[in-house]
C-alpha cells in the first residue's frame, strides 16, 4: 500500500543534542509537510516542500531546519532540542497541495 | 484570514448512540473541506472530504455535507461504537497556487462507552 512512513517512531535526546526525523513516502507526492503537535492542541505547520521549493512559516524558530534530498524523503533537524520541543511531530504529504496524508508521527521526548 | 470553529469537546456517548459534531468555517472562495481522526498515540487518518458546495463525504458509516450557506460542514454516524473513540479534526483548505495550507480546528475529544 502507498504510504508515509516516519522513523523512528519514538525519539529520546537529551536538552541541547541534535536529533533528525525522518519521513519518506511511497505515494510519489511533490510535496512534504512538517508539523509539529502539543498535548491536546491542533498540528502546527513549521515548513514545507513544494517539489524543490522551501517554505517557512513565519513563526518557525530558526533551531527547527529541513532537509529534501529526493521525491521520497523528507529529514527534520532539531539543531538544539529544548525541553519545549517535546512534542508529536508529524510528516504529511500531497500531490499539488490537495488533499494531504499523514504519516503515524515522531514522538520526541527531550531529556 | 481562514478559520475553522470546532463544537467544543470532550463528547462522551454511549455505544450505538447518533453522532454530531459541529463544524462552520470562515474562508474566502471555495474551500475544501475535511474531516481527520486521530487514534491514541497515532497520526492523522483522513476520514472524509468534500471539495464544492452540496458534495457529501463518506467513510467507515461517518458523514458530512459540504453546506455553502450555511458554511458548514458537521459530521454525522448513525450509531457509534468503542472503536470510533479519538479525536477528531475538522479542517479546510484554499487553494493558493501551490501554497496551500491545511487551516484546522481545535479538535473534538470523543468517548464512547459500552
Known amino acids: 500500500d502507498a504510504m508515509v512512513i516516519q522513523n523512528p517512531r519514538y525519539q529520546v535526546t537529551q536538552f541541547g543534542k541534535p536529533v533528525t526525523l525522518s519521513c519518506s513516502q511511497t505515494l510519489n507526492h511533490n510535496v512534504m509537510y512538517w508539523y509539529q503537535q502539543k498535548s491536546s492542541q491542533a498540528p502546527k505547520l513549521l515548513f514545507h516542500y513544494y517539489d524543490k521549493d522551501f517554505n517557512n512559516e513565519a513563526d518557525t524558530p530558526d533551531n527547527f531546519q529541513s532537509r529534501r534530498p529526493n521525491t521520497s524523503f523528507c529529514f527534520l533537524d532539531i539543531r538544539s532540542p529544548g525541553l519545549g520541543d517535546a512534542a508529536m511531530y508529524l510528516c504529511a504529504t500531497s500531490r499539488d497541495g490537495e488533499t494531504q496524508y499523514f504519516g503515524p508521527g515522531t514522538r520526541l521526548l527531550v531529556l | 484570514g481562514d478559520s475553522v470553529t470546532q463544537m467544543e469537546g470532550p463528547v462522551t456517548l454511549s455505544e450505538e448512540a447518533f453522532l454530531t459534531i459541529n463544524c462552520t468555517y470562515t474562508?474566502?472562495?471555495?474551500?475544501?473541506l475535511f474531516w481527520y481522526v486521530q487514534y491514541p498515540g497515532e497520526g492523522l487518518q483522513l476520514l472524509l472530504k468534500a471539495t464544492k458546495a452540496d458534495d457529501k463525504g463518506s467513510n467507515k458509516g461517518f458523514e458530512a455535507t459540504y453546506r455553502k450557506e450555511t458554511t458548514s460542514f458537521h459530521l454525522e454516524k448513525g450509531s457509534v461504537q468503542v472503536s470510533d473513540s479519538a479525536v477528531y479534526f475538522c479542517a479546510l483548505i484554499q487553494s493558493n497556487f501551490g501554497n496551500e495550507k491545511l487551516t484546522f480546528g481545535t479538535g473534538t475529544r470523543l468517548t464512547i462507552i459500552p
Open positions: 474562508a474566502t472562495g471555495y474551500p475544501s
